[in-house]
């Protein structure tokens, strides 16, 4: 089945840890996304993606840190820096922009903070 | 400006009833996408209708709709016979360069 996971379900963070939320596609999608819903809000982008090596700040990136190593995986950090990490965090993925625009999402992390 | 509005954080349908949620938004470009995002309980994002801002046609799915006004820039969802499974929070969203940019959402209740 083709899809995009997102691992863990849920995720505990401590003061002044570094956690890593991992999301893979095998959609043979170019760009990817994650981004952070905070209780009875819209989506707010993080980092997107278009191409492996390659990625964008959104519009809330400070405390957050990605990698795209591979066309297949996005994994996203949270910083110590991020003063108010507690979220629902989700990742997409798209084609590719400007060929065809609709995003298609992960099941999502919750992240708490103990 | 890239904002889209929700006007309703919350409406109620009936059961087999017909219900339409809002959205308004920003902007100065002349070719975009909109789509209506479903998020139910689960809270895995579902894609349930697209709309390319060039074509005039309005997008359907089955029982969705849209009323696609670009001149007043709206982007209405119209679902009809409502089912308990649709009840969930309804985002409505627009691409803004390579991005998207989401309302607030509304939440819908079905009653039975």
């Known amino acids: 089945d083709g899809g995009i996971t997102q691992s863990p379900k849920y995720l505990f963070r401590k003061e002044g840890q570094n956690v890593t939320l991992s999301c893979e596609q095998n959609?043979?999608?170019?760009?990817m996304y994650w981004y952070r819903q905070d209780p009875g809000q819209g989506l707010r982008l993080i980092y997107y993606s278009q191409i492996v090596n390659d990625f964008q700040k959104g519009d809330i990136a400070e405390g957050y840190s990605v990698s795209r190593e591979k066309k297949e995986s996005f994994p996203l950090t949270v910083t110590s820096a991020q003063k108010n990490p507690t979220a629902f965090y989700l990742c997409a993925s798209s084609i590719y922009p400007g060929l065809d625009e609709t995003q298609y999402f992960g099941p999502g992390t919750r992240l708490l903070v103990l | 400006a890239q904002t889209v509005t929700q006007s309703q954080p919350e409406m109620s349908v009936q059961e087999a009833e017909t219900v339409t949620l809002s959205c308004t938004y920003d902007t100065s470009e002349s070719d975009y996408y909109l789509f209506w995002y479903k998020q139910p309980p689960s809270r895995q994002m579902i894609l349930v209708i697209r709309q390319e801002a060039y074509k005039q046609q309005n997008a359907t799915e089955n029982r969705f709709s849209v009323n696609f006004q670009k001149a007043a820039k709206s982007f209405s969802l119209k679902i009809s016979d409502s089912q308990l499974g649709d009840a969930a929070m309804y985002f409505c969203a627009r691409t803004y360069g390579n991005k998207l940019v989401f309302g607030a959402g509304t939440i819908l209740r079905v009653k039975s």
């Open positions: 959609l043979n999608h170019d760009a």
